[in-house]
């Protein structure tokens, strides 16, 4: 009896299990209901499309900035390669037609000072004495000897006033030493030049805003000789610079030299690339002088 009631005293005071008790717990489920599993399925969908989106985003983000890079960046090469041809145009022989759609220039191969030259008073001659230039030609490409070009149209035809081809300031070459230029005729130049400066050059070379074969760009044009009226070359001497420009704010303007300054180039264009437009705006100065 005392027995009994120490035991029931005891497992009241320290909450004692018997090991029967043990026996019928249960441990807790570890599963999870169906409506956990339907709400982790939604979030997690969520997610995803979120992400998806975050994604195609990105990468539509990175397509049209490169295809505005590139855009761009073709732009701007064509206006370099212009810009650097136009720099170093013989002085005074840039001219613009069409419009202003269309800029003609002569190309400078090289430049010499000379000894002497036959030039008005003197008589004509074949020969012009140059300082040892370092510039040697066999005169198989289409070259020719420039003095002190001042006007348009004594660089492209005759003088206004002169009805002789020999006093034309452009005479073609027939060959070039290092110190002796040999003119393909007898020649007399209208005017010495007051640094004593010889421009050898190549034929003329334009570009213009055109359309051929169905293609709309800007053509470089060579090759075609002297035109005293300027006028667009052939297609047959055309090679496509830049394709897809827009008519629309395509010029070239040329602003002539005055005491003070040289003479510039102005020229602007469009390039319509994907649904996008990319504006070209340059400004080149004409480094030489006659």
Known sequence: MINARFEAFF???????TATQIGNQRPASGGFTLIELIIV????????????KFISDTAAGYVATAARQGGAATGVVVAEKMSRELRSALPNSIRTYAGNTCIEF???????KYLAAPVIPQSQSTTV???NSGYVSDGSAAEYAVIYPVDVSEIYSL?????????????????????????SAAHQFPTDSPTRRVFVVSQPVSYCLNVISSVRGIYRYSGYGFNPSASVPNSDKASLLVNNVSTNNFRFVVVPATLVRN????????????NEKFQID?????RNVP
């Open 41 to 52: 399925i939604v979030i997690s969908g969520i997610i995803a499309a979120g992400s998806a």
């Open 263 to 274: 003479a510039l180039v102005e020229f602007s264009f469009e390039i319509e690339m994907d």
């Open 106 to 112: 002569v190309p400078v191969l090289h430049v010499a």
């Open 11 to 17: 497992n009241a005071a320290f909450h004692t299990t």
């Open 159 to 183: 003088p206004v006033n002169s009805t002789d081809p020999s006093h034309r300031t452009r005479v073609a070459l027939s060959q070039v030493a290092s110190n002796v230029m040999t003119l």
């Open 282 to 286: 340059r400004e080149v100065q004409i």
């Open 129 to 131: 004495e140059l300082v």
